[in-house]
């Protein structure tokens, strides 16, 4: 199992969860951002810079990821796309998208966006609370470890 992160928009203390996480557990952690990421010295973090422009990270995520890999992300299309190679996919707030769950986000989704285009105020995200920092990192070690368990990169989130 590899962890790709789309880290242009990921919170530092998110990142620091998986700086932690990706060593305990020897997992190999891809940071992909289009600007310049400082990571820790380890040969299981890495970062990757790519190019300015709409999606390109994500894109690069979605060539890049496999069945079985975790994807950390809050962008809903990044997270449908990567589901679609039957990847795992966690929220910055510790949500697990699912293939059946992942519709109702699309949806919400857009009809925010047109809520916007029309000029309604729909204000932005939460600031991120100590509460969302232990759901991730929660849902994080849940994820990671019955992965380890299991001896396979084919995890269902769906069961317990």
Same mark, same amino acid.
């Given at each position: 199992?590899? %962890?790709?992160?789309? #880290?242009?928009?990921?919170?530092? @203390? &998110?990142?620091?969860?998986?700086?932690? $996480?990706?060593?305990? *557990?020897?997992?190999?952690?891809?940071?992909?951002?289009?600007?310049?990421?400082?990571?820790?010295?380890?040969?299981?973090?890495?970062?990757?810079?790519?190019?300015?422009?709409?999606?390109?990270?994500?894109?690069? %995520?979605?060539?890049? #990821?496999?069945?079985?890999?975790? @994807? &950390?992300?809050?962008?809903?299309?990044? $997270?449908?796309?990567? *589901?679609?190679?039957?990847?795992?996919?966690?929220?910055?707030?510790?949500?697990?998208?699912?293939?059946?769950?992942?519709?109702?986000?699309?949806?919400?989704?857009?009809?925010?966006?047109?809520?916007?285009?029309?000029?309604?105020?729909?204000?932005?995200?939460?600031?991120?609370?100590?509460?969302?920092?232990?759901?991730? $990192?929660?849902?994080?070690?849940?994820?990671?470890?019955?992965?380890?368990?299991?001896?396979?990169?084919?995890?269902?989130?769906?069961?317990?």
């Amino acid at each position: 199992m590899k %962890i790709w992160v789309d #880290a242009d928009a990921c919170p530092v @203390v &998110i990142k620091d969860i998986l700086y932690r $996480a990706a060593q305990r *557990l020897q997992q190999p952690l891809t940071l992909v951002a289009n600007q310049m990421l400082r990571t820790p010295p380890s040969p299981l973090i890495r970062a990757v810079q790519v190019p300015q422009g709409f999606d390109v990270a994500d894109s690069y %995520i979605v060539e890049h #990821a496999s069945s079985g890999d975790l @994807v &950390i992300t809050a962008d809903i299309p990044l $997270a449908s796309e990567v *589901l679609r190679k039957e990847a795992l996919v966690l929220s910055p707030r510790g949500e697990c998208y699912t293939a059946d769950s992942i519709s109702e986000q699309l949806t919400m989704r857009d009809m925010m966006e047109e809520l916007r285009s029309a000029g309604v105020d729909t204000g932005g995200p939460s600031v991120l609370s100590q509460a969302d920092r232990r759901a991730f $990192a929660n849902a994080l070690d849940k994820l990671l470890q019955k992965a380890l368990r299991m001896g396979t990169a084919r995890v269902d989130v769906d069961k317990p």
